[in-house]
């Protein structure tokens, strides 16, 4: 199939396909230990009929219409249904707080929601305002609320009269995961998405062979549609490419479905493989030392791959926070690479990363054609190119203090260029923190320098102490390990961390926490990334007790 030159509008493209190959699957969807498989063109002709259904309320155009629960197929019919009927999707996390909820409805003026399957379906509907239209998606689970996708379909018959959007238009509002207060509403247009998904396709994917455009590639769509990025790799690419896509029928199956899927390309935030990485050590304790061994090496690796389900990706990345060199490396010797990318929502994931054949680990890799990125004189990472957002919805000073005089998006990132043009990312401007001896520290390099793989997730913690304290959340696995093991490999990875910095960003003492951080204790955010406020005040007696203990390593 041909793509027309220059369009790469995603309702564009399901109608082309819709048209061009109307029997070949697309989404491929698991209810009660079964799959549902949708064509292109049933899927095209829902989109059309549910775009008609949109259209008869009446609303004006560029109306909000949120989307909840986990990655579904309907997620993405009802995505593409919004746009085509000229109306805005606003995406919900299917953990999201009902005080987030709320504070979304009110501020983006949502005017009605889809409600897909969650762990909590019931603590969403409770926190949608009176007088909001709720539809349900055809899901086990999900209650029958005002409406279902099914019933509003009937008596509409497809919308035929769908016109690329100018490419200022707004057609998608993304709340950051936020790792403080209330999230900000990046709004997106029709030329940021279709700037990056051309760019996506004709500088990444298609030339260098990571996916064909004749559909024959698979995809596993699991991280939350509410982000950006999975609509970008997930949606668009499967758009793009024409590739089949899959989905989780819940978590908890996760680790058996990539396996099965073995998708062409794969996409996850570091926790991720941080999760795969421990899952893999549990049944193989000893790998470490086999894959050392040049007879069983080749073997070992090869049948490594395809248990994980990544024998057949061809672009692995690592996205949404800074992953441990270590755990890369850890990888490489598996002969899987992971690439790490500067990917922020403002920027429509479009800044710099890393490729198979352009990989320096420990950077986020080299400007990506057609953006312009250059560094602040605080070392802050500016860029600017046509996909860029259009600013926060109803916040101008905000929209004003994110832009440059002459144009450029403040990322927030504090980056460096190295002799070879690869972009490094030292962590975030406002992360910086000052010590009690008046030094400033960035605490992202430090935390994935002291990263080992018993440390699920960590935060290095200094306002009010003399020297910086790293507090781990250990992984589920490491757990069941003997104290003293862990402590070891604590105590090695300290000192070799310490080893290469300055006295005062040293680690000066591990505390290792209780409880695990999770998204429901408010310590995570729905994009696994830490939430550093929340935990300095969670754990604030606890640094301040333990930082007089002259042990280098304890436990809360």
Not at 89 to 98: H, I, N, R, W
Not at 377 to 406: C, Q, S, W
Request: net charge neutral; aromatic share 8%.
């Amino acid at each position: 199939m041909s793509i027309a030159p220059g369009i790469f509008d995603y309702v564009h493209l399901l109608l082309q396909r819709g048209r061009d190959i109307p029997e070949r699957p697309w989404l491929y969807q698991p209810i009660d230990g079964t799959e549902r498989v949708y064509t292109w063109g049933e899927c095209a002709s829902q989109v059309q009929r549910m775009a008609s259904a949109l259209r008869a309320r009446g609303w004006p155009p560029g109306s909000r219409i949120a989307i909840s629960g986990r990655n579904t197929a309907h997620w993405f019919l009802a995505d593409l249904a919004i746009t085509m009927a000229g109306y805005v999707s606003v995406g919900l996390y299917p953990k999201q707080s009902a005080k987030v909820t709320k504070y979304i409805f009110e501020h983006a003026e949502v005017r009605a929601v889809f409600v897909g399957p969650a762990l909590d379906v019931d603590e969403l509907i409770t926190a949608v305002p009176a007088g909001i239209p709720r539809w349900s998606l055809p899901y086990p689970g999900v209650p029958q609320l005002d409406d279902g996708w099914d019933a509003m379909l009937e008596g509409h018959t497809p919308y035929t009269d769908y016109r690329l959007p100018p490419p200022e238009q707004m057609v998608m509002l993304v709340y950051t995961s936020g790792t403080s207060g209330f999230p900000k509403a990046v709004m997106l247009s029709a030329g940021n998405v279709q700037f990056t998904a051309q760019r996506l396709l004709q500088h990444i994917l298609i030339p260098h062979g990571f996916m064909q455009p004749g559909g024959s590639d698979r995809l596993l769509s699991y991280m939350p549609l509410a982000h950006f990025f999975e609509r970008l790799v997930g949606e668009g690419a499967s758009l793009i490419t024409g590739a089949q896509v899959h989905f989780l029928e819940n978590l908890e199956v996760f680790a058996a479905t990539l396996a099965r899927v073995a998708p062409s390309m794969f996409c996850g935030v570091p926790l991720v493989y941080s999760r795969i990485q421990s899952g893999v050590l549990k049944k193989m304790p000893h790998l470490d030392t086999l894959v050392r061994v040049p007879v069983v090496n080749r073997i070992v690796r090869r049948s490594l791959r395809k248990a994980i389900g990544l024998q057949n990706a061809k672009f692995i990345l690592s996205g949404s926070a800074p992953i441990a060199s270590s755990l890369v490396e850890w990888y490489e010797r598996l002969g899987i690479r992971v690439l790490n990318g500067c990917a922020p929502t403002e920027a429509f994931a479009y800044i710099a990363c890393n490729l198979n054949w352009a990989n320096r680990i420990g950077s986020t890799g080299k400007v990506l054609p057609d953006a312009e990125v250059k560094l602040g004189e605080d070392g802050e990472i500016l860029v600017r190119h046509p996909g860029v957002m259009l600013g926060y919805l109803k916040d101008e000073e905000a929209t004003r203090n994110a832009f440059t005089e002459d144009g450029f998006l403040r990322t927030g990132d504090k980056g460096r260029f190295d002799e070879d043009g690869y972009l490094h990312v030292i962590g975030r401007t406002k992360e910086i923190f000052k010590t009690m001896k008046g030094k400033y520290v960035a605490p992202a390099p430090i935390e994935e320098a002291a990263r080992t793989p018993d440390v699920e997730t960590c935060c290095l913690v200094g306002p009010g102490v003399p020297q910086p304290i790293l507090l781990v959340s250990l992984a589920p696995d490491a757990l069941k390990k003997p104290r003293d093991a862990i402590q070891r490999d604590l105590a090695s990875a300290m000192e070799r961390a310490n080893a290469s910095l300055d006295s005062n960003e040293q680690i000066g003492k591990i505390v290792i926490v209780a409880q695990p951080w999770t998204i429901d204790s408010g310590l995570l955010t729905p994009t696994m990334k830490i939430k550093r406020e929340p935990i300095q005040q969670h754990y604030a007696e606890l640094i301040a007790r333990e930082s007089a203990n002259r042990k280098a390593i304890v436990w809360e």
